[in-house]
């Protein structure tokens, strides 16, 4: 499975954007981007997927880079609620059938009143 | 909808004993998961299946078993619990076809003594 290389940590204020980095050098063809967060004390829950052409829904915003060795998830208005780990995963449309979410360390992200 | 539910949500064992964590979802979603999360580290993927009576491994299967005997429910049992088994244990959940998402419970936080 392709790797995605995230910041350890971020800092936003709240009310401003916050971007939210991921690199994924050996990105095949056929896997897709998905964001997922994790709030403290629960478990994960989906934000976002794209495979080429950057997604918006009521979450987030997702910037995938014209390579898609790179991609960036984009909180519009960062509120105090989205302080969370932020995992961005490869998930090959082939084999994502399996099921399987290949999870790192993520991003934690904190947001300052 | 409940969505995914687990039960308990803390537990302590003594090392040796066996128990099952139970993991039910209400959604009627094909495929189920278990995932471990150590501290400070992403999800790995335990064990999963893909529909009723059928299961595989995933990443860090030994010491666990799972059955699926039905859509809703499926079971991870420890057969003799060890210290490296403490972990926080979250169960998931996703429809059949492409890349849709998965939701996850609230997780069971286990410590082995």
């Known amino acids: 499975d392709a790797k995605t290389t995230q910041p350890n940590s971020m800092e936003s204020n709240e009310e401003e954007p916050v971007h939210l980095p991921c690199n994924h050098s050996t990105i095949s063809g056929t896997d897709y981007i998905h964001w997922y967060r994790q709030l403290p004390s629960q478990g994960p829950e989906y934000v976002i997927h794209g495979l080429t052409s950057n997604v918006n829904n009521r979450m987030a915003s997702l910037a995938i880079a014209e390579d898609r060795k790179s991609s960036t998830l984009i909180l519009h208005r960062a509120t105090l609620r989205d302080a969370a780990v932020y995992y961005c995963i490869l998930r090959d449309s082939v084999s994502g059938a399996t099921n399987k979410l290949i999870f790192g360390t993520g991003t934690l992200l904190a947001v300052q009143p | 909808n409940a969505g995914v539910t687990q039960t308990p949500k803390f537990q302590v064992l003594k090392t040796g004993q066996s128990m099952t964590l139970q993991c039910a979802q209400d959604m009627n979603h094909e495929y189920m998961s278990w995932y471990r999360q150590d501290p400070g580290m992403g999800l790995r993927l335990i064990h999963y299946s893909v529909g009723a009576g059928i299961t595989d491994q995933g990443e860090v299967p030994n010491g666990y078993n799972v059955s699926r005997s039905t859509t809703e429910d499926f079971p991870l049992r420890l057969l003799s619990a060890a210290p490296s088994q403490t972990s926080v244990y979250f169960c998931?959940?996703?429809?059949?076809?492409?890349?849709?998402?998965?939701?996850f419970g609230p997780g069971t936080r286990l410590t082995v003594l």
């Open positions: 998931a959940s996703r429809s059949a076809g492409g890349l849709n998402e998965q939701f």
